[in-house]
């Protein structure tokens, strides 16, 4: 099947390359040229693992393709996926400019029945306003051309994108005739071949499933946020107290771990922007701006730590940080919990000297040089010199570190842990100062 892709950045990217590893043939089209020259060229602008080979093998097979060009775009593909950003808008609420733009340059150019299925997670009721922009622009070239508008919500996450893709654990489908249903179940044979995953409702329903999942995960995640500082305050250990519920079928494992709080080009504007459609339509979502606001507390509750430990003279101090990205696996900074950290520290006159495996790129494009940050080659090179050591990404390789040579290294044996990811015990009876979340430091 002939398939176009507009938006060639996380969702788009691997939507493209897994349909292409299928055997369709995949057309990705972005605006931004420098990053169609990198993809013509075989560069991935994103780091997510094993995409680069699977863009590089579809692309010399010749059925992943990269444009630039509106028109040929739109020529291209039966179906036009719609996976631009859908940023927060000031008030919160999701910015559709560029998928309304997508949909006006779909118009512009198609000259035969279309597909136009929306991956982008937007707000109930974008269908209807794809559909209007597309109906609007052929109405004023007087022109008329068949198409369908379908929502196809992605949920991929980012380190486990391709796997996400190729078994998902369901195909969302938002449609309003049996035609459309029928098309997209057959794109959608070959990740379905298992067990049938394919779940289909109508258009508003599958735009609310996917706010509905991220606000679930995020909740979850803001609860355990909460207990771990109630916790902290009542002598409990909330890593005990997380095998305790967790143990519980109705509870379970997934996503009951504290932190620091959860960032992401996800959560936090999916969020905001259902909490926004609900004051659109006169509910006030008073667990969503309560998740929200746990959320923002949790963001600064290391650095709370660092100033009850080191008092208010942090002027000058220097600390080492492992992690950047929102998470591991991803080179993905936006809203990481990483750079309320580090902001916060600049701001009390500290110094950061930073690694992380993937997001040291991203981390330069966003901050630049800075006399207070220094950017790393190697985790053990964040130590030298520096008053503590702080960890906010749990990437495998910061789980086990030789902790004499931290300790060695740092000019105080502090370490503040983001991810409860060390033995409290074991630190301290090491000599460490050991900070952590909801354990009783
Ligand atoms: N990143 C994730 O993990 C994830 C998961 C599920 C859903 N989503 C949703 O998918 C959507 C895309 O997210 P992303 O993380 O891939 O965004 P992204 O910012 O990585 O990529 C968006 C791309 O769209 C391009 N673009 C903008 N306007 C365009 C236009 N008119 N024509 C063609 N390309 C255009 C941009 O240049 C950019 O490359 C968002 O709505 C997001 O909420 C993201």
Known sequence: MKVTVFGSGYVGLVTGACLAEVGNEVLCMDVDSHKIEMLQQGRIPIYEPGLEQMVERNAREGRLRFTNDPAEAVDHGLFQFIAVGTPPDEDGSADLQYVLAVARTIAEHMDGYRVVVDKSTVPVGTADRVREAIESRLRQADREVDFDVVSNPEFLKEGAALEDFMKPDRIVIGTDNPRTTEL?????????????????MDIRSAELTKYAANAMLATKISFMNELSNLAERLGADIERVRHGIGSDSRIGYSFIYPGCGYGGSCFPKDVSALERTAREVGYEAQLLSAVEAVNARQ???????????????????????WGLAFKPNTDDMREAPSRVLMEALWQAGARVRAYDPEAMGECRRIYGERADLVYCDHQEETLQGADALMVVTEWQLFRSPDFDKIKQALSQPVIFDGLNIYDPDLLRRSGFSYYAIGRGD
């Open 184 to 200: 997209v179940r057959a794109l959608y044979a070959p990740f379905n071949r298992n067990h049938d995953r394919m779940v289909v």
């Open 299 to 321: 963001k600064q509750v290391l650095f709370r730590k660092i100033r009850r430990h080191f008092g208010e003279g942090l002027e000058g101090k220097v600390f080492a940080l």
